[in-house]
Protein backbone atom coordinates (compact mmCIF):
# COMPACT_ATOMS: atom_id res chain seq x y z
CA UNK A 1 0.00 0.00 0.00
CA UNK A 2 2.65 2.02 0.93
CA UNK A 3 4.14 1.69 -2.94
CA UNK A 4 1.09 2.83 -4.00
CA UNK A 5 1.12 6.35 -2.07
CA UNK A 6 4.94 7.14 -3.47
CA UNK A 7 3.62 6.47 -6.72
CA UNK A 8 0.90 8.46 -6.69
CA UNK A 9 2.67 11.22 -4.90
CA UNK A 10 5.15 11.15 -7.46
CA UNK A 11 2.96 11.66 -10.10
CA UNK A 12 1.13 14.39 -8.43
CA UNK A 13 4.71 15.90 -8.50
CA UNK A 14 5.56 15.62 -12.31
CA UNK A 15 1.74 16.52 -13.22
CA UNK A 16 2.83 20.05 -10.93
CA UNK A 17 5.61 20.79 -12.58
CA UNK A 18 4.35 20.71 -15.95
CA UNK A 19 1.55 22.58 -15.24
CA UNK A 20 3.11 25.89 -16.31
CA UNK A 21 4.53 23.37 -19.71
CA UNK A 22 0.45 22.70 -20.28
CA UNK A 23 -0.27 26.92 -18.85
CA UNK A 24 2.07 28.21 -21.84
CA UNK A 25 0.20 25.96 -24.45
CA UNK A 26 -3.04 27.15 -23.69
CA UNK A 27 -2.47 31.19 -23.27
CA UNK A 28 -2.78 31.31 -27.21
CA UNK A 29 -5.35 28.49 -28.28
CA UNK A 30 -6.12 28.19 -31.35
CA UNK A 31 -9.65 27.11 -32.27
CA UNK A 32 -10.40 23.76 -32.93
CA UNK A 33 -12.09 23.26 -36.20
CA UNK A 34 -12.48 19.94 -36.53
CA UNK A 35 -11.52 16.23 -35.54
CA UNK A 36 -10.97 13.15 -37.00
CA UNK A 37 -10.35 9.80 -35.76
CA UNK A 38 -7.66 7.48 -36.83
CA UNK A 39 -7.01 5.05 -34.39
CA UNK A 40 -10.35 3.85 -32.35
CA UNK A 41 -9.92 2.78 -28.57
CA UNK A 42 -12.71 1.31 -26.68
CA UNK A 43 -11.82 2.24 -23.06
CA UNK A 44 -9.12 5.09 -24.13
CA UNK A 45 -8.98 8.59 -25.93
CA UNK A 46 -8.98 7.74 -29.73
CA UNK A 47 -6.28 9.13 -31.44
CA UNK A 48 -6.27 12.03 -34.33
CA UNK A 49 -5.95 14.25 -36.66
CA UNK A 50 -7.13 17.85 -35.00
CA UNK A 51 -7.37 20.84 -37.50
CA UNK A 52 -7.18 24.21 -35.94
CA UNK A 53 -7.15 27.77 -36.88
CA UNK A 54 -4.93 30.75 -35.81
CA UNK A 55 -5.12 34.14 -36.74
CA UNK A 56 -1.40 35.81 -37.21
CA UNK A 57 -1.59 37.75 -34.35
CA UNK A 58 0.72 40.87 -36.33
CA UNK A 59 -0.60 40.76 -39.63
CA UNK A 60 -4.33 41.34 -39.64
CA UNK A 61 -6.39 39.60 -42.22
CA UNK A 62 -4.20 36.31 -42.53
CA UNK A 63 -4.88 32.83 -40.69
CA UNK A 64 -3.31 30.03 -40.68
CA UNK A 65 -4.86 26.69 -40.84
CA UNK A 66 -3.34 23.91 -39.48
CA UNK A 67 -3.67 20.08 -38.45
CA UNK A 68 -1.10 17.78 -36.04
CA UNK A 69 -1.96 14.11 -35.21
CA UNK A 70 -3.00 13.09 -31.62
CA UNK A 71 -1.71 9.84 -30.13
CA UNK A 72 -4.24 9.13 -27.72
CA UNK A 73 -4.61 6.12 -25.10
CA UNK A 74 -4.18 7.19 -22.00
CA UNK A 75 -0.24 7.72 -22.34
CA UNK A 76 -1.73 10.64 -24.34
CA UNK A 77 -4.76 11.67 -22.16
CA UNK A 78 -2.11 12.27 -19.56
CA UNK A 79 0.24 14.09 -22.03
CA UNK A 80 3.29 11.77 -21.58
CA UNK A 81 3.33 9.85 -25.06
CA UNK A 82 5.31 11.16 -27.65
CA UNK A 83 3.57 13.03 -30.60
CA UNK A 84 3.81 12.67 -33.97
CA UNK A 85 6.60 15.61 -35.60
CA UNK A 86 4.61 15.40 -38.58
CA UNK A 87 2.68 18.82 -39.34
CA UNK A 88 1.22 20.64 -42.22
CA UNK A 89 -0.22 24.28 -42.82
CA UNK A 90 -2.26 26.68 -45.16
CA UNK A 91 -2.12 30.29 -44.22
CA UNK A 92 -4.57 32.68 -46.54
CA UNK A 93 -5.76 36.22 -47.16
CA UNK A 94 -9.15 36.65 -45.31
CA UNK A 95 -9.58 40.16 -45.34
CA UNK A 96 -7.33 43.40 -45.64
CA UNK A 97 -3.77 42.78 -44.74
CA UNK A 98 -2.68 45.18 -42.21
CA UNK A 99 0.44 44.71 -40.23
CA UNK A 100 0.58 45.96 -37.28
CA UNK A 101 4.35 45.69 -36.01
CA UNK A 102 7.48 45.32 -37.12
CA UNK A 103 8.68 41.65 -37.18
CA UNK A 104 12.12 39.72 -37.30
CA UNK A 105 12.54 36.87 -40.13
CA UNK A 106 11.55 33.68 -38.56
CA UNK A 107 9.42 34.99 -35.59
CA UNK A 108 7.67 32.79 -33.60
CA UNK A 109 3.81 33.14 -34.11
CA UNK A 110 2.71 29.85 -32.00
CA UNK A 111 4.13 27.15 -30.07
CA UNK A 112 2.55 24.20 -28.98
CA UNK A 113 4.49 21.09 -26.73
CA UNK A 114 4.35 17.52 -28.39
CA UNK A 115 5.86 15.96 -25.53
CA UNK A 116 5.96 16.26 -21.50
CA UNK A 117 9.48 17.88 -22.09
CA UNK A 118 11.33 17.33 -25.26
CA UNK A 119 9.48 18.56 -28.20
CA UNK A 120 7.58 21.34 -29.43
CA UNK A 121 5.76 22.69 -32.76
CA UNK A 122 6.26 25.59 -33.85
CA UNK A 123 4.99 27.97 -36.22
CA UNK A 124 6.85 31.23 -38.07
CA UNK A 125 6.22 33.85 -40.08
CA UNK A 126 9.05 35.39 -42.80
CA UNK A 127 8.35 38.13 -46.03
CA UNK A 128 9.68 37.38 -49.62
CA UNK A 129 9.74 41.41 -49.97
CA UNK A 130 11.19 41.29 -53.66
CA UNK A 131 7.60 39.60 -54.28
CA UNK A 132 5.95 41.15 -51.47
CA UNK A 133 4.86 37.71 -49.55
CA UNK A 134 4.44 36.55 -46.26
CA UNK A 135 5.98 32.87 -45.76
CA UNK A 136 5.13 30.97 -42.94
CA UNK A 137 6.38 27.84 -41.56
CA UNK A 138 5.67 24.99 -39.86
CA UNK A 139 7.85 22.38 -37.78
CA UNK A 140 8.63 20.30 -35.04
CA UNK A 141 11.38 20.48 -33.27
CA UNK A 142 13.11 18.21 -30.06
CA UNK A 143 15.63 19.61 -27.61
CA UNK A 144 18.31 17.24 -28.94
CA UNK A 145 18.20 16.44 -32.38
CA UNK A 146 16.08 18.08 -34.86
CA UNK A 147 12.95 17.16 -37.22
CA UNK A 148 13.33 17.49 -40.77
CA UNK A 149 8.95 17.23 -40.78
CA UNK A 150 8.09 20.70 -41.70
CA UNK A 151 5.57 22.35 -44.19
CA UNK A 152 5.65 26.19 -45.56
CA UNK A 153 2.46 28.15 -46.47
CA UNK A 154 2.30 31.52 -48.35
CA UNK A 155 0.20 34.64 -48.70
CA UNK A 156 0.40 37.49 -51.10
CA UNK A 157 -0.02 40.42 -50.06
CA UNK A 158 -3.14 42.02 -52.52
CA UNK A 159 -5.61 44.41 -52.07
CA UNK A 160 -8.95 43.29 -50.59
CA UNK A 161 -11.66 44.10 -52.02
CA UNK A 162 -12.21 47.80 -52.62
CA UNK A 163 -9.29 48.13 -50.06
CA UNK A 164 -6.22 50.58 -51.75
CA UNK A 165 -3.24 49.57 -52.45
CA UNK A 166 -1.80 46.71 -50.29
CA UNK A 167 1.47 47.00 -47.57
CA UNK A 168 4.43 45.96 -48.54
CA UNK A 169 5.60 43.40 -45.96
CA UNK A 170 9.61 44.25 -46.42
CA UNK A 171 8.48 47.63 -44.95
CA UNK A 172 7.66 45.69 -41.41
CA UNK A 173 10.70 43.60 -41.66
CA UNK A 174 13.26 44.28 -38.71
CA UNK A 175 16.93 44.59 -40.27
Known amino acids: ?53 IDDPLVEGVACYFTIPRVGGWKGWAGFADESSVTSIACRQ ?11 QGEEIYRERRSLFWKKMQIVRGCDAKRNVLVYLSYTDRLIEGSPQNSTSTVPV ?18
Do not use: H, Y
Request: net charge positive; aromatic share 12%.
Open 94 to 104: VGPIKITAKFS
Open 1 to 53: MTRLFQFLAAFLVVLGLSAPVFAQQLADDPQLIFQKTTVWRMLSPNATLDTFV
Open 158 to 175: MPWGSEGAAPKCGDFVNP
